[in-house]
């Protein structure tokens, strides 16, 4: 059976569960718009905050012209390519070699070709950055912890150079909280340790938790390896720079931990702590690593020994689609209750599954019941609530988890919208529109 005879086994076509409902009245849908203040960096100045980052850190133990390896790899950081060109420049005016090594545990397939493939998805290609790209998914043991025998292991070609920088975002982690999630230390821990090191630190996580695990992993890389610091990178709500800072070793956990809290302050979120339906367009790796961002929505049904964050409240969250540069990655999707058939069309299931297993999550790929069109998505959550009544029923349409800032709302969340200061009322609820059963009306991003 091939994926597309897979996906149509799976489905339920539309007439099946309007039926079962009794085709219910929908919410009309309104748009509001979160209001934010930003202060991004321009676009055409990346690259000298870049460059300004690899030169506030200390090279002195470097020899001259040595190998500066540069790690990269998380998905979604806007202006990658820039950031990358430039760390990569400023590297080489300081008189080094860099190259580039993806940092990104078992993704890609956990192959060396595929994880170079992913990195020139995020357009960190070697005409893009000035640098080569050496993608390999070989590993070297660098020592062990001292009280758990725990294997430290790290990416033989950045174990062999003579320095070694990651550059990533400093972001809320998606399967549990700490000092230090999502950055520098977590690259360095998992991403530089490839499909063994996550395997490893994510099997150790069931009994040694990821806030203790990664500081004193961190800390033994650092005395054993040749890490000059960091880049770090901050975001705002827009998906948009912030901040590009040189990390050094000495700050890989006080800094970042400091940063951290700014990210928080940063992160997108829905702007309602009770929902009843949130349908979202589309999930990917590019957009969170578990796919939908659990500070977002509230679920953490598959972390590993965390708590669900407290807020929001959502009760049936439907998915509609895959990023494209997720590559049908579907991490994450078992926290949706209801997907779209383009979903179970589009799924990889080897990819998945790896990622799955080096992340000891198998539960946050369980996939819910697939429905054969959006209208049909929409009434199977609305019928699975309770008594609607369509005027007071909170329902949200959003682009993803990443992108927050203009939403659909329902009729009665618009009316909530107009008494606060920190939304906007964009257009009047109307009747939602369907085409062959999708949604005539087109994503929000923005």
Not at 178 to 183: D, K, L, N
Not at 246 to 255: D, N, T, Y
Not at 277 to 282: E, K, L, P
Not at 303 to 320: G, L, Q, S, T
Request: aromatic letters at 4%; glycine letters at 8%; hydrophobic letters at 40%.
């Amino acid at each position: 059976m091939d994926t597309d005879e897979a996906a149509r086994a799976l489905t339920v076509p539309e007439d099946v569960v309007l039926d079962v409902c009794d085709d219910p009245p929908l919410p009309e849908m309104g748009v509001i718009e979160q209001r934010w203040e930003s202060d991004s960096i321009p676009v055409d100045s990346i690259g000298d905050h870049a460059a300004r980052a690899v030169n506030s850190l200390p090279f002195e133990d470097v020899p001259d012209s040595g190998e500066i390896a540069l790690g990269v790899g998380s998905r979604g950081i806007a202006n990658l390519p820039a950031i990358v060109a430039g760390v990569v420049e400023a590297v080489g005016e300081l008189g080094y070699e860099p190259f580039v090594f993806p940092a990104m545990g078992s993704h890609g397939g956990a192959t060396g070709e595929g994880q170079r493939a992913m990195l020139a998805d995020l357009g960190v290609t070697e005409s893009a950055i000035g640098c080569e790209v050496r993608s390999a998914m070989d590993v070297v043991e660098v020592g062990r912890t001292a009280d758990r025998d725990v294997p430290v292991v790290a990416d033989a070609n950045a174990a062999d150079a003579d320095g070694i920088i990651p550059i990533n975002r400093v972001k809320p982690h998606t399967d549990f909280d700490g000092t230090v999630e999502s950055g520098l230390s977590k690259m360095l821990v998992i991403g530089m340790g490839k499909q063994r090191g996550a395997k490893i630190a994510h099997e150790w996580a069931v009994d040694w938790s990821f806030r203790e695990m990664i500081p004193e992993i961190t800390n033994q890389l650092l005395a054993t390896l040749p890490v000059v610091g960091g880049v770090a990178i901050v975001e705002d709500q827009y998906d948009e720079t912030a901040l590009v800072e040189g990390v050094p070793p000495s700050g890989f956990l006080s800094r970042e931990e400091e940063l951290l809290k700014r990210s928080y302050d940063l992160l997108p979120k829905l702007p309602f702590d009770s929902l009843d339906v949130v349908v979202f367009d589309r999930q990917g790796k590019d957009i969170s690593g578990q796919g939908i961002d659990t500070n977002v929505i509230g679920r953490r049904p598959f972390a590993i020994n965390e708590p669900a964050p407290e807020r929001p409240d959502i009760k049936r969250i439907y998915v509609r689609d895959f990023t494209e540069t997720t590559h049908g990655n579907a991490m994450g999707i078992g926290s949706a209750d209801v997907v779209h058939r383009d979903i179970a069309a589009k799924l990889d299931a080897s990819t998945t599954l790896i990622n799955a297993l080096t992340a000891s999550t198998i539960r946050g790929v369980r996939l819910p019941p697939v429905v054969e069109t959006d209208h049909a998505g929409l009434v199977a959550a609305l019928s699975t609530i309770g008594v609607v009544d369509t005027e007071t029923v909170r329902v949200v349409r959003a682009p993803d988890t990443m992108h927050l800032h203009r939403l659909y709302a329902s009729t009665k969340l618009v009316e909530l919208a107009r008494d606060r200061d920190d939304l906007r009322v964009v257009e009047e609820p109307a009747p939602i529109e369907f085409v062959d059963g999708e949604f005539a009306d087109p994503s929000l991003r923005t």
